[in-house]
């Protein structure tokens, strides 16, 4: 769910969307639904972000980075963190899914079907390198506390999978 | 704070690569809950208190976590129990904390329940594995629930700041999820082929700022940082 910025300068806007991840640097901010909200007065910007997971050490960078970019663009931004609605992976953009894969990691599947995968152990997740989905789960937690660790056992390589958060 | 305390005592020391990453990534979690209650009560609270504060200038008697959580990583089984039986409570507890009448508690609950379940996940498919695993697997497993279990009650004896919480509708007092709780634990311990022992419940007050002979290390361990260099900031 991008925030609505229809009424906000778009010098802003182009600003925000080349804000990345810190950890998955093809993964604008925008476009992984981070940004709930943007308000602007002069050259004062009051923004909301709502957390991803809650021990998320990438927040505080993203924070920093956030204020980096419009700081350079000449506005004094404060950003407020709102933890409700609560973030879910249903938040990223199409776009954002895709830049996920082409940077190697899989996408979140629907709640159902992340639940097949990681409990069941069903073969249903893509391989981001060559897209078989002979691929099994190693563990539900990966390099970072977003993602799970599978296999792909035809091309034997190993990837991670962005959980579905909802 | 202190069972998160515990699982970071882990890192790069887990007994395989991915529960390693694992216990680290529940650590990980966890903390993130509890500096979320701890702005809260850093903004509710006295003038100059922080979350840095609270989670670490307290004296060891002004902390109130229940002491089965103090206890040490002795091995995997330990681990994996002491996990579970926490895991089962706080999904319990946060539950019910998202139907407080505190709209901020409510959105720190929701925001938690969805990781606790993955880390309940995580603690239930290893006491079935290690349970039902080998003859030695389940003994150590069997061990690890001897030694812990008899510290588990405590969660549910309310202090008296729970009661208050309960009645005036923005916390729960934990009695009420003795009975619920007893039963899921039964069951998974008894399809994991353990025995629920049955020995007298063992003396537990860390709620009331009464702690067991662990946490004094893990005070001196999470506090160090704080207090030989006093306001510092990553």
Known sequence: ?166 | MIIAHRLSELCGHGPSLETDIALTNISLDLFGQVRNFFQYAAELGAEGETEDSIAFLRLEREYSSSVILEQPNTDFAHIIIRQYLFDVFQLMQLEHLAKSNDDRIVAIANKSIKETKYHKRFSEAWIMRLGLGTELSNNKMQSALEHLYPFHGELFRPTDIEIDADLNGYGINPERLKERYQTEIAETFSSAGLTIPNTPERMANGKTGIHSEHMGAILSSLQYMQRAYPNMQW
């Open chain 1, 1 to 166: 769910m991008v925030a609505d910025l229809s009424n906000i300068e778009p010098k802003i806007v182009d600003a925000l969307s080349n804000v990345f991840d810190p950890e998955i640097p093809v993964l604008s901010l925008l476009d992984m639904g981070v940004i709930k909200e943007v308000n602007v007065k002069d050259n004062w910007v009051h923004l909301k972000l709502t957390p991803t997971y809650t021990g998320c050490p990438a927040m505080d960078t993203m924070a920093a980075d956030i204020v980096a970019a419009l700081d350079s663009i000449g506005y004094e931004t404060q950003i407020e963190f709102v933890l409700a609605p609560a973030w879910t992976t249903d938040w990223i953009t199409e776009r954002g899914r895709k830049a996920l894969v082409d940077y190697g990691i899989a996408s979140p599947l629907s709640e159902a079907l992340d639940k097949s995968a990681l409990v069941n152990g069903e073969r249903i997740v893509p391989c981001p390198q060559c897209e078989s989905t002979n691929t099994k789960v190693l563990s539900e937690f990966g390099s970072t506390a977003c993602k799970a660790l599978f296999k792909c056992d035809d091309c034997l390589e190993t990837f991670d999978y962005f959980k579905c958060l909802k």
